[in-house]
């Protein structure tokens, strides 16, 4: 099994050594996905964020997201160092990409083709602008096939020619475990944190509390957790 962190870790340390920072296409899904990827991506990389999702409809729900990104690197300090290049809002794309597929549930091939959407149109745009590297935030939320994720970076890779850098994974949100086993949610923190190093990505996804319908005790007691278990970690991501 490859350990891409590792690999990852390798091209950081040859590209420091010889007064390199690459340049990277960093398509983004969302900003909350998009939150530590920034933070990490942007001490190595001249990094660029590609905002294509032309999944998302309403315009104004597209509008909203595009604007929440800004807002993002605007707070986290990075205006001027990292550039946003906003993709072309066509639905139709989408509808045409996923024809037929209406009635496959979340989280089937329907997913993985708009997966393949995004990516690809990211790569093209990587190619054609000249940079080193492309990848995605996609993977880091719990709800994504982060392994399809990672076959489809490694395909379009082969393909265009273009290297896709920093492989991630995501597991089931960690409040639905605290809902059920209990127990301290730092544990389970540092727990993934042990996972991730042995298995060999650069993220891990899924220190999360879905609370769209309400908030159980249960995942106000991760969220409460969040600030520290991101301390204490160094690749485990989080959302809510």
Do not use: W
């Not at 050594?17 to 990827?37: E, F, I, N, Q, V």
């Not at 595009?66 to 605007?74: M, S």
């Amino acid at each position: 099994m490859v350990n891409y962190s590792k690999e990852t870790e390798k091209i950081i340390q040859e590209n420091e050594k010889a007064g390199m920072k690459p340049t990277l296409l960093l398509h983004c899904c969302c900003a909350p996905c998009s939150s530590y990827c920034l933070e990490y991506l942007h001490k190595h990389f001249k990094l660029t964020l590609f905002y294509y999702n032309p999944n998302i409809h309403p315009a104004d729900e597209y509008r909203h997201r595009v604007e929440e990104v800004e807002r993002l690197i605007e707070e986290m300090g990075l205006a001027g160092e990292v550039n946003l290049i906003e993709g072309d809002n066509k639905p139709e794309v989408f509808y045409s990409t996923v024809k037929g597929m209406e009635r496959i549930p979340e989280g089937g091939e329907r997913c993985f083709v708009c997966y393949d959407l995004r990516m690809r149109e990211t790569a093209k745009l990587a190619k054609q602008m000249g940079f080193d590297y492309f990848t995605t935030t996609l993977s880091i939320s719990p709800l994504k096939n982060a392994e399809k994720i990672n076959e489809i970076g490694q395909q379009i890779e082969k393909e265009l020619g273009i290297p896709i850098i920093n492989k991630r994974v995501s597991v089931t949100p960690i409040s639905m475990i605290l809902a059920s086993s209990g127990g301290d949610p730092l544990l389970y923190a540092k727990t993934l944190e042990r996972a991730v190093n042995t298995i060999g990505v650069n993220f891990l996804g899924g220190y999360s509390a879905l609370v769209s319908k309400g908030m159980t005790p249960a995942e106000e007691n991760l969220i409460r957790s969040i600030p520290e278990a991101l301390a204490v970690t160094e690749r485990v991501c989080s959302s809510v």
